[in-house]
């Protein structure tokens, strides 16, 4: 299916300025990202998503966030002043908010190493019973 409108659809007047996607947001905005959408929402941004449909049993989706340039820009501003209360754990320029951010990495950092050393030694192990049985009369 072709992106292109058909020739009897008028030009628009201007082209809307694309949604931002959260790592642009994050940068603009002294939150953490797994709280763009909660901060959005205490600010009056708006925010499209797409994904984040069910897989039944495995989980769901990963979500995906668009926010509306204007309305970030907008809040930035008022974030910035202070007049938005946001709890310090979201935030990364609180200490909450920066050991908050470092425990979750450290922690997904050691389940990531440790799942790899599990099925290294699972693989180990299984090499060396098939050696065995190979070389057992």
Same mark, same amino acid.
């Given at each position: 299916?072709?992106?292109?409108?058909?020739?009897?659809?008028?030009?628009?007047?201007?082209?809307?300025?694309?949604?931002?996607?959260?790592?642009?947001?994050?940068?603009?905005?002294?939150?953490?990202?797994?709280?763009?959408?909660?901060?959005?929402?205490?600010?009056?941004?708006?925010?499209?998503?797409?994904?984040?449909?069910?897989?039944?049993?495995?989980?769901?989706?990963?979500?995906?966030?668009?926010?509306?340039?204007?309305?970030?820009?907008?809040?930035?501003?008022?974030?910035?002043?202070?007049?938005?209360? %946001?709890?310090?754990?979201?935030?990364?320029?609180?200490?909450?908010?920066?050991?908050?951010?470092?425990?979750?990495?450290?922690?997904?950092?050691?389940?990531?190493?440790?799942?790899?050393?599990?099925?290294?030694?699972?693989? %180990?192990?299984?090499?060396?019973?098939?050696?065995?049985?190979?070389?057992?009369?």
């Amino acid at each position: 299916m072709p992106n292109t409108p058909d020739p009897g659809t008028p030009e628009p007047a201007h082209e809307e300025e694309p949604w931002l996607s959260s790592d642009e947001v994050a940068k603009l905005w002294p939150v953490r990202k797994d709280w763009l959408p909660g901060v959005a929402h205490r600010t009056d941004v708006r925010v499209r998503s797409s994904g984040g449909a069910s897989r039944g049993t495995w989980g769901a989706e990963p979500t995906f966030y668009y926010f509306h340039p204007g309305d970030v820009r907008r809040a930035a501003s008022v974030i910035a002043d202070g007049h938005v209360d %946001i709890p310090s754990d979201w935030r990364t320029d609180t200490p909450d908010g920066r050991r908050a951010e470092f425990w979750g990495a450290l922690s997904a950092r050691v389940a990531g190493t440790l799942f790899i050393a599990a099925v290294l030694c699972a693989l %180990i192990i299984g090499l060396a019973t098939v050696i065995f049985l190979l070389t057992v009369e």
